[in-house]
């Protein structure tokens, strides 16, 4: 693996339009994006079976550290297009701001599917 993979609920139309952003953030391909439900990440990454990793985005980085959450989605931001994407990824990290970032990730996540529409015609603001 050369450059991270973000792992995140393919099922869920929220979290994909949320790769579909990320996506088109990142023209230059500085990450990998699999579903946790893809026969490829199956085969390639079975560790994210475990339930620990259940329930919200982890991006695996090529030296093998594991960030969930709010963490993953923090340094996600930092490979992305645009220096107020790096800039708020970098925030989010900061000891403070961590904290509070945590909460938000975790409401965030027990309510996405209150966020998502019926299919993946809506688009994040």
């Given at each position: 693996m050369t450059k991270p993979v973000v792992i995140y609920d393919g099922e869920c139309?929220?979290?994909?339009?949320a790769i579909a952003w990320y996506r088109a953030h990142d023209p230059a391909g500085h990450m990998?994006?699999?579903s946790r439900q893809s026969p490829e990440?199956?085969?390639r990454y079975p560790i994210f079976d475990d339930p620990k990793y259940?329930?919200?985005i982890?991006?695996?980085?090529?030296?093998g550290a594991i960030f969930s959450?709010?963490?993953?989605?923090g340094r996600t931001l930092t490979y992305l297009h645009g220096w107020r994407?790096?800039?708020?990824g970098a925030c989010i990290q900061w000891p403070g701001i961590r904290s509070l970032?945590?909460?938000?990730?975790?409401?965030?996540?027990k309510n996405r599917h209150r966020f998502a529409c019926k299919d993946d015609s809506c688009r994040l603001p």
């Open positions: 139309p929220f979290c994909r339009r990998e994006y699999l990440r199956l085969r259940q329930g919200s982890q991006l695996l980085m090529p030296e959450g709010a963490e993953a989605t994407w790096r800039w708020l970032a945590r909460i938000g990730y975790r409401w965030i996540a």
